[in-house]
Nanobody, 118 residues
Framework: QVQLVESGGGLVQAGASLRLSCAAS????????VGWFRQAPGKERELVAE??????????SVKGRFTISRDNARDNVKAFIYLQMYNLKPEDTAVYYC?????????WGQGTEVTVSS
């Protein structure tokens, strides 16, 4: 069982930056594909950014503004997945979820809320 715990959300003004963090209970090797999804009120959950091996993928709406990265903790037992967000827009307002997919196993964090005011 992989545990994912997100942090870093908050209320910011348009144009601001935020960095979301996801603490994983296992190393990068065991996480498989990792990503960030978001769900805005009344909308379906959507992919924001994903890392698979050395490849990254971004939603069109965040390309050039968001950067996903990952790193093992110093103990090499746990890992962190980050989402650096620049030039935030009101339409980025959502609950952001960390995700891990390896073989048939899919894990989600509890989410962290990001609110961008205009």
């Amino acid at each position: 069982q992989v545990q994912l715990v997100e942090s870093g959300g908050g209320l910011v003004q348009a144009g601001a930056s935020l960095r979301l963090s996801c603490a994983a209970s296992t190393s990068i090797l065991n996480l498989g594909i990792v990503g960030w999804f978001r769900q805005a009120p009344g909308k379906e959950r959507e992919l924001v950014a994903e890392i698979a091996g050395d490849a990254t993928e971004y939603a069109e709406s965040v390309k050039g503004r968001f950067t996903i990265s990952r790193d093992n903790a110093r103990d090499n037992v746990k890992a962190f997945i980050y989402l650096q967000m620049y030039n935030l827009k009101p339409e980025d307002t959502a609950v952001y979820y960390c995700n891990s997919k390896r073989f048939s196993n899919v894990y989600w964090g509890q989410g962290t809320e990001v609110t961008v005011s205009s």
